[in-house]
């Protein structure tokens, strides 16, 4: 039998965003410098000489409020999300239109002056961290946070570079639509940051990642040229797209400053079940169970017992859905745009029938929309939880959907196999043949763990991912930490051809260096 369970639940909808705080609470456009501070003693040490002649053309062209040189305003955006990878930059700019970008990217060609764009920060391959020598400006796109449009109508919203994702969710809403692209940094990340990584999420199952969701692409070029691709048109074959070139170039080919994104009507009904199982190769049946059933699953996330026992203990107000043993659980979410369907009673019915079938061993419906969001926070709590744990190394890796069982169990045991005393274990995007394989580092590791086992171990996994005619990043993207990797394991035609685009768009190589291409 089904149960319903009525939890420990709290606002997960608050907690998501009071976790991220770097964003709400640095408005560090309201006290700016006037220029110059020259020379910047950076702190660990080196003198920085900024690029004077262009920060003076700038604040002269922009204002002060758009050229950032204080190191206190600047340095909470040195450090990639993760912690582990630290820059220096002279100065930050925070431009306020595509003209004031347009000119600092124009000025930045003459004067040779590499730019590293920054969104919310919350990239996991820190491609937004710039270089350790301050030889980088960055260039803070938080300050383009206006909605231009959104129609029902024409199911389209132009959204600038730094409008946070969670605004565009609550703007679509008070339309009766629906952004459908959604994760954990939702409260930070911006439409520029996820539309430049090609980020995924959770409900890739049913509308694909950014490259599905935009329609349309405004960005500066690396000569200061715009490329306007905001029409929204459903067809439009001039050749090459600019437009998909963009997404997921990761700020190396130019600066995107406002995005057409695709909306779809907003949900009238959802519900969300958590499921105990034996393994992830049940896991994939109960999802092609459910999908030769319904159409309304939209959400289908695996997380091992392990993962869900560290949830439990770092995270307060947390509490496991089902009773009895279980090794791997599965969070699925199934929505209806209309009335007329009853998603939770359908849900529970297929669910039943899994569970009458052996497919699964136990499942509960959430029974209120607290207790959806609690069942969403045990999944998007799962990083954390590891980090309060201990030293951990994370793998976004993909290979094809029906393999990924085999490889969660194979990869594990081999892992732990070649490096004893780590835990390897796979979590998330099943049913886009995406998870999360985080090894764990033994509890008496030294602190320099990452950067002496780790880089094995990474090498390890990456060699396993390869060899499985996968994917070293799935929704990630390369940055700086996976370049190297990248460069090893590419096939010869991949690397030449994205040198090749980047040569021609970016001759001077003034976008984001040192990031993605090899
Ligand atoms: C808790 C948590 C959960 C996450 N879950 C997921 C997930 O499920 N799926 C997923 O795909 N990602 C996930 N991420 C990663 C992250 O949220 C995404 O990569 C997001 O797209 C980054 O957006 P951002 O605005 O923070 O970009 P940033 O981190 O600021 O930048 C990311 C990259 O984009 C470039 N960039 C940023 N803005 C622009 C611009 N306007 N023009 C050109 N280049 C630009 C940067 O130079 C950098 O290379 C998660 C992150 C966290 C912290």
Redesign the pocket.
């Known amino acids: 039998m089904l149960t319903h369970n009525d939890g420990n639940v709290r606002d997960a909808e608050r907690l998501r965003y009071s976790q991220?705080p770097r964003y709400p609470r640095n408005p560090h456009y309201s006290h700016i410098p006037i220029f110059p501070v020259i020379p910047i003693i950076h702190k660990n040490g080196h003198t920085l000489m900024p690029p004077q002649e262009f920060l003076k053309i700038l604040t002269a062209t922009l204002g002060a409020r758009a050229v950032v040189t204080d190191p206190a305003e600047i340095e909470p955006w040195m450090t990639d999300?993760r912690g582990r990878v630290h820059g220096a930059a002279p100065a930050m700019l925070a431009p306020a239109s595509t003209e004031e970008v347009a000119e600092i990217v124009r000025l930045a060609a003459e004067h040779g002056v590499p730019l590293?764009?920054?969104?919310?920060?919350?990239?996991?391959a820190a491609?937004?961290t710039p270089p350790a020598d301050g030889s980088a400006i960055l260039l803070s796109?938080r300050r383009m946070n206006r909605i231009r449009s959104l129609s029902a109508e024409n199911r389209l919203a132009v959204a600038e570079?730094g409008v946070v994702l969670a605004t565009l969710h609550d703007g679509a809403h008070e339309a009766g639509m629906r952004f459908p692209l959604t994760?954990?940094?939702r409260g930070?990340?911006?439409i520029?940051?996820?539309t430049?990584?090609n980020?995924?999420?959770?409900q890739v199952l049913k509308f694909g990642t950014m490259r599905s969701l935009v329609a349309g692409v405004e960005?500066v070029l690396p000569d200061g040229s715009v490329h306007n691709g905001l029409s929204g048109l459903k067809k439009d074959n001039r050749g090459y797209s600019l437009d998909q070139l963009l997404i997921g170039a990761?700020?190396t080919l130019?600066?995107?400053?406002a995005v057409a994104l695709r909306l779809v009507p907003a949900i009238a009904a959802r519900a969300v079940a958590w499921a105990g199982l034996e393994s992830p190769a049940r896991a994939l049946d109960l999802l092609r169970f459910l999908e030769a059933r319904t159409d309304s699953i939209e959400g289908f996330e695996l997380v091992p017992q392990d993962s869900l026992e560290l949830v439990l203990k770092h995270i307060p107000n947390t509490r496991a859905p089902l009773s009895g043993d279980h090794k791997w659980h599965v969070l699925v979410e199934a929505t209806a745009a209309g009335p007329e369907t009853d998603v939770a009673a359908e849900l529970e019915r297929l669910l039943g029938a899994a569970l009458q079938q052996g497919i699964i061993g136990d499942a509960v419906i959430a029974s209120s929309e607290a207790q959806a969001e609690a069942f969403w926070k045990l999944r998007?709590s799962i990083?954390e939880a590891e980090r309060a744990e201990g030293q951990t190394l994370a793998h976004d890796i993909s290979v094809a959907v029906a393999d990924m069982p085999q490889f969660i169990s194979d990869a594990a045991v081999k892992v732990e196999q070649a490096f004893p005393g780590v835990v390897a274990s796979g979590f998330g995007h099943l049913g886009d043949g995406n998870i999360h394989f985080h090894v764990r580092a033994a509890g008496h590791a030294a602190p320099d763990w990452y950067e002496s086992e780790g880089k094995a171990i990474t090498r390890f996994v990456d060699d396993l991912v390869t060899a499985a005619g996968g994917s070293i990043s799935a929704?990630?993207?390369i940055?700086q930490l996976k370049r190297d990797e990248l460069a090893r394991l590419a096939p010869p035609a991949r690397i030449h051809a994205l040198r090749a685009i980047k040569h021609a768009l970016d001759p001077l190589g003034i976008m984001?260096p040192g990031?993605l291409v090899p």
């Open positions: 991220y999300w590293v764009p920054q969104g919310g920060n919350t990239g996991m491609g937004a796109m570079a994760l954990g940094a930070s990340c911006t520029g940051g996820l430049s990584t980020a995924g999420g959770t960005a990761e700020g130019g600066v995107v400053t998007d990083s929704e990630h993207g940055g984001n990031k």
